[in-house]
């Protein structure tokens, strides 16, 4: 990947979706749409011709209308690791992105369409995506937040502000966004990842790993 | 007191749907009493030509001429019998069958004692005939009839040691008559016990036929209306959603805060459709099977205790049957059982899914009026349609429990 540009693929059977999601790309100025697709096929043909660094795909497109995007993003994955892919969703259940994860999380996002408008969260998970990071709609994360309070398992565990840092990572948050977020100095951040990890047993993986698992654990339970 | 409500069960499904028949005819037709009045008459027949043979030629006893004349009516009168029930006239015909040999038997023990034995066959035989074709009331008319003409043939036949009108007989050939008589009768009540036979055969397995194509309709209807669901969440997903998100999308690009109330209003028009999509068909079941979509469906009604096993894909049918009944008794629970500790559990348990959901709310007494039967009628139904079983377990203080089961 270019230290500048982020070449991207954008897929979506709706016009208008991808009219917006590209007028959206275009406010990034580190994004770059170099072709369109608005099925699996084209999606596939796409990919092999531009070779790009992202892939911002619908779910729910031609032929079949049920889950190509999630497929297209886990074959992308599988066959060129340097390509992160976005998926677009109008889901917000938590269950689309362990589909989307069930292969592990890196270089995979899930943005909710009805979310896309707010430019510099569009372009964090974009930018996150693209350098081989993952990110989840924050509504997700709050879906499950909210559904969480009386559950027991090994979440319970956690303090509520370790609760909110986990969250955090699940969305794809780095330690200085978490900060930020959560007005919180970096190194409080990451006390509380530290203890995060310590009481979910994650103590033998590296960083990269743990936040993974961590941010799985969170979005299964 | 634990109360239960079953629905669904096969077997009850069975016993309903054969009931459904309405228009076809009950009851075994007027074939078997045709061809029984028509072999009864050739029996009489040829009984009463062998007995004048047998007159004529060994016997010669003057008294013994009136059993072929007797032998003649009845032949008349089962002729008759036989045209009235072509004509539809069933009891009629089943009356005049009856009276005839009844008549007759008391006229022949009267003129032949020891031909007693044969002529109680003789008059159970229409007794049997008419079974199936009878209601009770009629029928215990045909029992009065039957035992009076026994009794009769009784006071005349027993305890008298003399031949009647055939003073002197053989015992030899009186042993031979009785026999000859009885062997005479294995023809009529073959076919007595034949016909009953096939119509029981035929209506049985009428009624299963019955039953397995209502079943089959039914299902086929259910499959029919959520293909349509799934069209109509698709609809709604690629069409009104999908326009109101570019629009919403549009709205956004412009940065201008004063937009923000229309986005709002786009945004609850947006949540609006999202909740209607959940209940007509969620894609999440098609996806990801039972464990997902009921996880999900779970969370949107708040916080309710998950045990999920991971059950494997199922059905098509058995998968929107149990996550719909699921969905019915997670409504059910919110309405009826608000703030109560809900819990949802899906298993495999002995090669049967389960599903579970149950509350600890204000619960309701199942042997009166369920507080909501039309969400228990469409669970009933829904899992009635892949042959499962719903049991709703309720009593008042007691909380409620809604167990969905089918083989798999």
Redesign the interface.
């Known amino acids: 990947m270019g230290t500048d540009t982020i070449r991207v693929v954008l897929a979506d ?2 016009p ?2 991808r ?3 590209k ?2 790309l275009a ?1 990034i100025d580190e994004a770059d749409v170099v072709a369109e697709a608005e099925s699996l096929p084209e999606l596939e043909a796409a990919v092999a011709e531009h070779a790009p660094d992202l892939v911002v795909t619908d779910i ?1 497109m031609p032929p079949t ?3 190509e995007g ?1 497929r297209a993003a886990r074959a992308i994955r599988a066959d060129r690791p340097e390509c992160g892919v976005l998926v677009l969703s ?7 992105v ?2 989307l994860f069930a292969d592990g999380s890196d270089g995979l996002g899930y943005v909710l ?2 979310g ?4 510099a969260e569009f372009r964090r998970a974009v930018l996150a995506v693209a350098a081989g990071g993952s990110s989840v709609d924050p509504e997700i994360i709050d ?1 499950l937040v909210s ?1 969480r ?3 027991a398992g090994p979440l319970s565990r956690l303090t509520p502000r370790e609760t909110e840092v986990l969250a955090a990572i699940a969305e794809g948050l780095n330690n200085g966004a978490i900060a930020d977020k959560l007005v919180l100095s970096e190194k409080a951040v990451g006390k509380h990842i530290g203890s995060i990890f310590a009481k979910l047993d994650l103590g033998g993986l590296d960083d990269v790993h743990k936040r993974v698992k961590a941010a799985l654990l969170f979005l299964s339970s | 007191m634990t109360g239960l409500a079953f629905y669904g069960s096969p077997m009850a499904n069975q016993t309903l749907i054969t009931g459904l028949g309405g228009s076809r005819t009950v009851g075994p037709g007027v074939a078997p009493i045709r061809d029984f009045a028509v072999l009864d008459a050739i029996s009489a027949g040829i009984a009463g030509v062998a007995i004048l043979i047998v007159n004529l030629t060994v016997v010669s006893e003057p008294g013994v001429y009136l059993v072929p004349v007797v032998m003649a009516v009845l032949v008349g009168a089962l002729l008759v019998a036989r045209r009235m029930v072509l004509a539809g006239h069933v009891i009629a015909s089943l009356a005049l069958i009856a009276a005839s040999n009844w008549a007759t038997t008391i006229v022949v023990v009267g003129l032949l004692p020891w031909l007693l034995p044969v002529m109680v066959l003789t008059v159970l035989m229409p007794l049997v005939l008419a079974i199936p074709h009878l209601d009770a009331r009629a029928l215990s008319w045909f029992l009065v009839g039957a035992v009076a003409t026994l009794v009769a043939i009784g006071l005349l036949g027993i305890g008298r040691d003399d031949g009647g009108v055939v003073d002197d007989i053989a015992d030899e050939w009186e042993l031979v008559v009785i026999v000859a008589g009885l062997a005479g009768h294995a023809a009529p009540i073959g076919l007595i016990v034949w016909q009953a036979n096939r119509q029981h055969r035929e209506a049985t397995e009428d009624a299963l036929d019955l039953a397995a194509q209502l079943s089959d309709s039914r299902r086929r209807l259910v499959e029919a209306a959520d293909a349509e669901r799934t069209r109509i969440e698709r609809n709604l997903h690629d069409g009104a959603q999908q326009r109101l998100i570019s629009v919403a999308m549009a709205l956004r690009l412009r940065g201008d805060d004063s937009l923000q109330p229309l986005i709002g209003e786009i945004e609850g028009a947006m949540d609006d459709i999202r909740e209607l999509s959940h209940g007509i068909s969620p894609p999440l079941l098609e996806l990801s099977g039972l464990p997902a979509a009921l996880a999900a469906a779970a969370r949107r009604h708040g916080s309710i205790e998950l045990d999920l096993a991971d059950v494997g894909r199922h059905d098509r049918g058995i998968e929107n049957a149990f996550y719909f009944c699921g969905l019915e008794a997670l409504q059910n629970a919110a309405k009826h059982a608000p703030n109560s500790a809900v819990s949802v559990s899906l298993a495999v348990v002995d090669d049967r899914l389960r599903l579970v959901v149950s509350d600890d709310g204000p619960g309701f007494d199942p042997t009166s009026a369920a507080p909501d039967s039309r969400g228990m009628t469409n669970m009933a139904d829904r899992l009635g349609s892949i042959g499962g079983d719903l049991l709703i377990s309720s009593a008042p203080g007691a909380g409620t429990t809604i167990t969905a089961e089918v083989s798999c």
């Open positions: 059977d709706s208008l979706i009219a917006g999601v007028a959206m406010a729910r209308h049920t889950d999630i109008q889901f917000s259940e938590p269950e689309y362990l589909l369409k009805q896309i408008g707010d430019v879906v559904a309070s009386l559950e």
